[in-house]
């Protein structure tokens, strides 16, 4: 399979501007320099992905796309190429496992050994194995949160299981940031539905210091009727959590929201929502969800009238290993807002 067509490879110069640009028709307007020698037409788009192609373009003969960029060319959508905030674009990262060519703008190089069977071609470029990019992303990774979160997103996607990376982290001991992919192994989910649900079950977790929730179970009532999916839950304790960002400030998503939570509430459930500010400070949601824990142990056991069971007719999606399962038609219509995101 060859490069998509909406997306441009790289040309060099061609004395006579057949294949490429003349040397004074590259001084124009008309084409922009993508790195050293090499030009696109000045009009490409500069997507994420394109920006992965023109970095891939000055690979050498040995080598691939690692890291995040890795990850989005097999399907990672979560992986856009920015920074905290998306206020600035992170590096492609070109394993190559020497010294043969040098970083760049735009461009990083990993000069870590690089085996053979975790290079492969898809879609017309040379990548690392999700696996691999997983490996290299999460170590370096700026903190555990972040790493963790590469972890989710990538089996968010179907590319890699807690399996994969935990037998991958006893096989490779001795690189630098073990520690990390160890605690990565650990920590992981594999039914996390978008970074900020990573932070929210993290906190939850690790800094509230509660029982660690589920993510994305569906929830019925008693005669078996879906109520809904919550973003976290404590089955025990009968508190759920719901990641509400920018976008359920909309009038209409508002309304939905408050509809679902009273819905949970009618059945027993307590609530507790994380709001886009608790991402960089999370000290109200930490007192938030403990004050859920609080209400929740004051409710009689008879009012709860909810369950996690599932009931026959509901095909599980929770982990990589039953979505990979799925055949062609299953997978259109229960995974189909993942496929849509991808």
Partial sequence: MGLP???VWPVPLDPT???????????????????????????TDQ????????????????????????????????????????????????ATGDRSIRPRPGIAISEERLDPTELHAHRGLIVTTALRSVFFETRYAATDGEAVTVADMAAYADLVSRRDVVEFATVNAGWTGMDR???????MD???????????????????????????????????????????????????????????????QRSRDVRREALFREVG????EMLAGDLADTTAFIGRVRQAYARAARQP???????????????PTFTVEQRRALDDSQRQRLLRLRLRAG
């Fill in 269 to 272: 459930l307590e609530c507790v």
């Fill in 190 to 252: 594999e039914n996390s539905w978008s970074p900020a649900e990573v932070t929210m079950r993290r906190t939850w977790e690790h800094e509230a210091q509660l029982p660690r929730p589920l993510t994305n179970r569906p929830v019925f009532d008693l005669t078996g009727r879906h109520l809904g999916t919550p973003d976290l839950i404590d089955p025990v304790a009968g508190v759920i959590g719901e990641y509400n960002g920018a976008l359920h400030l909309d009038g209409d």
């Fill in 47 to 94: 997507s994420v992905e394109q920006r992965i192609v023109e970095a891939a373009a000055v690979l050498p003969a040995y080598g691939g796309v690692t890291g995040w960029a890795g990850l989005r060319w097999l399907g990672g959508a979560w992986f856009d190429g920015t920074g905290r905030g998306g206020r600035e674009q992170r590096p492609v990262t070109l």
């Fill in 181 to 187: 992919f160890r605690l990565v192994a650990e920590d």
């Fill in 5 to 7: 067509d909406d997306l």
């Fill in 17 to 43: 501007g057949q294949d490429g640009p003349t040397a004074g028709l590259a001084r124009g307007r008309d084409w922009r320099r993508s790195s050293h020698g090499l030009y696109v037409p000045a009009d």
């Fill in 301 to 315: 056991v008879t009012h709860r009238r909810w369950t996690i069971a599932l009931p026959s007719w509901w095909v």
